[in-house]
């Protein structure tokens, strides 16, 4: 069968293009899913539903492990799960793996809730497979009594060797014929304690020559003498993800499974399980999708974790992460992620998805929503000589060139100015057409400005420009027609506020980190960040609400840390160029 051909996931080294033209106005603002054509699986739900399997009923689960917090690979499943539920009056519940107590925690779990509750869904009430561990229990003593279950005594590693490999049968353990009474009686005693971590397991007694390696005996209990942070000490074996997972599925009412596709060998032994239980209803389905990656970054929990604990990152949070806290604190809305999330689409080919595209779905959404103010991140103090002593004036500045309902705002002028040390040069080459020695450029809401002397410090340091204004010019216009070729931000010195800001850059180098079986570390980007701490704000940024994304005029979106701490601190978001549509012009161009 053809794959879907809404998916424009392609292997990150894929110059070649695809004829992805990237976000449109549409998928941008909001994606109407109504008008895109359905991905294989709800194309799949659509037709169960004419089938009157399932008697109809629509009903998923997003089924996250709470080892740690969500990022944006989860909200493609987050968004298909509860999605695909809503579109068929469904349901959708949040189910946590909570089967191996190592690293699972409470906040976790809690963390998890929030993050799924700000990109837009309903969590509701969690689930937990650990609700379900007493039935798994009595469902294992059922397939012991079928002689579909034994004890094993042999330890991890002679079960791994023992399991052979792809063109080697596996090894039948010595204890695989074990009688049903014998097999019950350690089962219960492993469930009451009497044996240590790893002495023996329970093992579904399937084929040790299955040609799939998953089928061979696999493991549905472990020992481990570990508290759950929810069933405490209650029980020392722990279900495997395999044996616990489809289960879990059935006992909620579960109707599509949908999961990655490094799952998809795992669907002979959901099918298994299922078959040899007696199940309170319909059978559920697993069907497996491609996982979202993204360039210049890692997306599993176990490597971000790896980030944090060595210290290259500072928590779950840092904006730098492509996690729902992180991407949050830096200023990623909810909607972009989902527009984004449903633009790549749902199919099943791996691949990994340019960072610029999403940046192009946030840039997109602040455009339209944030407001504009100015901002100088490294000052340079401007002195007009011509400007009366003493005195303030309001300009009248525009907030959002895209809403004319965001109005204007007054924004102080007056004598001693902050400007950009970028955007003025002593001796400038051809094509700067900003500030120099003689030259006159508009200032943004304000005049024009010409540089009529450079004051310098002993060592040739540029320490402050004497300047003086056209009164005629603040229209935005000289009335003898006379030209400049740039507008500069500014902000009144007198007026302005201290902020802290800080840039980011790519936390990997490498568009894939770890490719080749290398160590993602290896491409870790140590100018990851850049914190600078002496910018100029005009007084209106003071108040912007933790949260909250403003345009720094020419400098890109910026989002007002969450955090108390002083001076405010800005995280910018994004920057104001397109780098996505200079990626398609560079495909397009060979
Ligand atoms: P991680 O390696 O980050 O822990 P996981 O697959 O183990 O990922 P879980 O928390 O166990 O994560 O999974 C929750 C759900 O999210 C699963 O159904 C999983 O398939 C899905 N998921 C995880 N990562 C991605 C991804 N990159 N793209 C799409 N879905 C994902
Ligand atoms: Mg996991």
């Known amino acids: ?124 009430t969690p689930m937990h497979a650990s609700d379900y561990f007493q039935q798994l229990y009595e469902w294992a003593e059922h397939l012991v009594h079928k002689g579909l279950a034994y004890v094993d005594d042999q330890d991890a590693e002679t079960i791994s060797t023992a399991r052979g490999d792809f063109t080697t049968p596996g090894v039948d353990s010595p204890w695989r014929d074990r009688s049903a009474e014998e097999n019950l009686r350690l089962l219960r005693e492993m469930r009451a304690g009497h044996f240590g971590d790893g002495e023996k397991v329970l093992r579904a007694r399937i084929d040790m020559a ?34 616990a997972h489809g289960q879990s599925d059935a006992v909620e009412g579960v109707t599509h499974s949908l999961c990655t596709l490094e799952f998809e060998g795992n669907r002979q032994l959901y099918d298994w399980y299922l078959e040899h239980l007696p199940l309170p209803g319909d059978r559920p389905r697993q069907t497996e999708f491609a996982r979202l990656n993204l360039t210049h970054t890692v997306m599993s929990k176990r490597a971000l974790g790896a ?64 407001l504009r103010r100015m901002a100088v991140l490294r000052p340079l103090e401007v002195v007009i000589g011509n400007w009366p002593a003493g005195e303030v004036e309001y300009r009248a500045a525009v907030n959002n060139p895209e809403d004319s309902a965001a109005g204007t705002r007054e924004v102080p002028f007056s004598g001693r100015l902050w400007i950009e040390r970028d955007d003025f040069m002593v001796d400038p080459p051809r094509k700067f057409y900003r500030l120099a020695p003689g030259r006159e450029v508009r200032l943004r809401a304000g005049y024009f400005l010409r540089c009529d002397d450079v004051e310098t410090g002993p060592g040739g340091e540029v320490i402050r420009l004497h300047c003086s204004y056209d009164p005629e010019t603040g229209g935005g216009q000289a009335p003898d027609g006379r030209k400049v070729r740039a507008t500069i931000h500014w902000v009144s010195a007198d007026h302005a506020g201290d902020a802290a800001v800080a840039l980011y850059d790519r936390l990997f180098t490498d568009p894939v980190p770890g490719a080749d079986g290398r160590d ?51 995280h910018r978001t994004v920057g104001l160029r397109d780098e996505w549509a200079n990626i398609l012009k560079r495909r397009e161009s060979g």
């Open 307 to 370: 980030l944090i604990d060595t210290g290259l990152v500072d928590g779950w949070d840092d904006p730098r992460l492509p996690t729902l806290r992180g991407l949050r604190r830096r200023g990623y809305p909810p909607e972009a992620i989902r527009a984004f999330c449903a633009h790549v689409g749902v199919a099943r080919i791996n691949g990994v998805h340019e960072i610029e595209l999403l940046e192009s779905f946030v840039r997109t959404h602040h455009n339209r929503f944030a």
């Open 1 to 124: 069968m053809a794959e879907p051909s809404e998916d424009s996931a392609r292997p990150a080294t894929d110059a070649g293009g695809t004829g992805d033209v990237g976000a449109s106005e549409d998928d941008r603002n909001g994606a109407p899913e109504h008008r895109r054509p359905l991905d294989f699986i709800r194309k799949q739900v659509v037709s169960d539903g004419e089938a009157g399997t399932f008697a109809g009923r629509v009903q998923t689960r997003f089924p996250p492990e709470p080892n740690g917090y969500l990022h944006i690979g989860h909200a493609k499943s987050v968004c298909l799960n509860f999605g695909v539920a809503a579109e068929h009056g469904g349901v959708c519940r949040l189910r946590f793996d909570d089967t191996n107590p190592a690293g699972e925690d409470a906040d976790y779990a809690r963390g998890i809730a929030e993050d799924i509750a700000w990109l837009g869904f309903e969590p509701g």
């Open 520 to 570: 993602p570390l290896e491409s870790h980007n140590p100018a990851s960040r850049e914190l600078i701490t002496s910018a100029k704000v005009e007084p209106e940024l003071l108040d912007t609400p933790p949260g909250e994304v403003v345009q720094f005029e020419r400098l890109g979106y910026f989002a007002r840390d969450t955090g108390p701490g002083s001076p405010v601190l800005f």
């Open 210 to 243: 299955h040609p799939n390696m998953l089928m061979r005996d696999p493991v549905m209990y472990r020992i481990r003498h570990a508290g759950h942070f929810r069933t405490g000490d209650e029980w020392c074996i722990y279900p495997t993800y395999d044996w």
